[in-house]
Each structure stands twice: as structure tokens, then as C-alpha cells.
């Protein structure tokens, strides 16, 4: 499984990559027809694709994994069949738990798209399960908070907190939590402490 990110592209690779961007743009400004048949075509062969993808790197053969998902075999073949219509939400849920992984289904603008499809490569279709995941170590930093959130929760109810992190994401904590020692990267900020801050930096503005 893919643990690392791409590396942006360079020299002649960018040029390529800008290049085939700037002719899909050129494509979707045809028609709105065009642009709407183009994101069907789209979507049914890249799910397609990676329907096969996953499951071959489950080393699930299309018998097996019908079997798994208590369907027959020619369900699997519709889904990785990519002149079949598109499968429904409920057949990519249904598909998505059998592999454990996340789906997502969002209305998103075209530019998006063009930026996915020329970055697309091999490693685009590998999508690890969740176990898979956890041993790779990608919910580390939420594991530490959590167990930060666990040791704490014992302290008596007081004043809210905010755990915040270098990335700036703030998370509510209804605790009065002392000075201690929290994962790495972690600190407390009060939120009565912040807003006595703001209050004191307002009023020498007006001073």
C-alpha cells in the first residue's frame, strides 16, 4: 500500500501535465452537453477502474467477492464494467463496506476534476481499509489526542478549554484542565483567557 505522497511534477512532467489540462479545459468549453457527458464517462470508468483496482489488491477474485457481499457474480462484473451504467449510492455503500473503506459524494466544480485527472497514476486507486490505515500509523495524531482527552476526562467540570494543535484546529473540551503534559504539538487555551485578551486589546485600541 502507498504510504507516501507524490511528488509535484517538475520540468517536462509539469509541462505535460499543464498541457493536457489546458486541452480538457478546451474540451469542456464545447458544450454543456459535452461537459455533462464527459463527467458521466468519467465517473462510471474511474469507478470502475477502481472497483477492479481494490479488489485485485485484496486479492479477492470476482467469485469470492460477490460471495462476501452476498451477491451474485454478475454484480461485481456490472461494477467493474465501465460501459455499464453508473452503480447507485446505495451499491457504492454497499461496495465500500465490504472493502471498509470511506466514500465520498460530493457536487464539486469542474476545475477540481481537471486537477484529478492529470494527476492521476497507479497509486490513485489504492485505497487501503481501515485496519490498514491503523497500521500504517494515519490516525496517530488523533490516537494521542484521544488518549490525552481519556487521561484528563477524570478532572472535575469547570471552565471550557480549546485543545489546539500547530494546524490550527481548535477542539472543544469541557474540562478545567491543569498545566500537564499533553502530546507532542498539543497546548491548552483557555477560552475565558482568550476573550479577556481580546477585550484588553480592544480597549487600547480605543485608548
Request: charged share 25%; glycine share 6%; with cysteine.
Amino acid at each position: 500500500m502507498t504510504t507516501g505522497t507524490s511528488p509535484l511534477p517538475t520540468g517536462v512532467e509539469s509541462e505535460n501535465t499543464n498541457s493536457l489540462r489546458q486541452q480538457l479545459f478546451q474540451s469542456l468549453r464545447t458544450s454543456k452537453e459535452y461537459r455533462h457527458a464527459f463527467i458521466e464517462e468519467s465517473i462510471r470508468t474511474g469507478l470502475a477502474a477502481q472497483t477492479k483496482a481494490i479488489r485485485e489488491m485484496r486479492k479477492l477474485d470476482p467469485k469470492t467477492f460477490a460471495e462476501k457481499l452476498n451477491r451474485k457474480v454478475s454484480w461485481i462484473y456490472r461494477l467493474e464494467d465501465p460501459n455499464a451504467p453508473a452503480p447507485t449510492i446505495a451499491s457504492l455503500l454497499e461496495e465500500a463496506k465490504g472493502f471498509d473503506i470511506d466514500l465520498q459524494v460530493r457536487f464539486r466544480p469542474f476545475s477540481e476534476r481537471l486537477d484529478e485527472l492529470t494527476k492521476l497514476s497507479d497509486q490513485s486507486f489504492d485505497v487501503p481499509s481501515f485496519d490498514e490505515e491503523v497500521a500504517q500509523g494515519a490516525f496517530a495524531e488523533q490516537t494521542a489526542i484521544s488518549a490525552y482527552v481519556r487521561e484528563t476526562s477524570r478532572l472535575p467540570l469547570g471552565q471550557g478549554t480549546t485543545l489546539q494543535n500547530p494546524g490550527g484546529i481548535s477542539i472543544p473540551y469541557i474540562k478545567a484542565c491543569p498545566v500537564a503534559t499533553a502530546p507532542a504539538g498539543l497546548h491548552l487555551v483557555p477560552r475565558g483567557k482568550r476573550k479577556h485578551a481580546r477585550g484588553r486589546k480592544d480597549s487600547k485600541r480605543a485608548a
